[in-house]
């Protein structure tokens, strides 16, 4: 007799390009995928950032979580599923889903988020934030 397999009930997700902003479905599991769009790479995953990360770009359309002893230094960082910072944040633009800063946290720089929670003893040093749905959203 042939092993069975269970049926998938993991169901997709909506995500959206961050090179082209096209909307499409993924797998619930999917850690990477391309753009049916644009065929760009995508990294749908969420990042854990456990030391300095000084990149140009950090995009995931995932969550970006910035532990205590983490650090972020990055021209553009976007996550679309939100970012949580215990760490410190430093770049010039920050776009995505709702965001938290933690008691000990420092942020530096811009940030257009849908929701933004900051905790009593987090350091903001700078920067334009725009909270609320962006222009044009339904």
Known sequence: M???RAPNVTSGRAIRCYHCRAPFE???RAMTVGCPKCGKQLLVDDIVVKTTQQVRKLQ????????????????????HEGLECRGLVRTKAYEG????????????????????????????????????EPAGAP
Do not use: N, Y
């Open 2 to 4: 042939g092993k069975s």
């Open 26 to 28: 993924v797998s619930a």
């Open 60 to 79: 995931t359309c995932g969550r970006i979580i910035v532990q205590p002893k983490g650090r972020v230094v990055a021209d553009v960082v976007e996550a």
């Open 97 to 132: 889903g709702p965001v938290l800063i933690g008691a000990k946290a420092t942020w530096k720089g811009d940030c257009a988020t849908p929701s933004l929670q900051v905790e009593a003893g987090a350091q903001i040093e700078g920067g334009h934030f725009s909270v609320g």
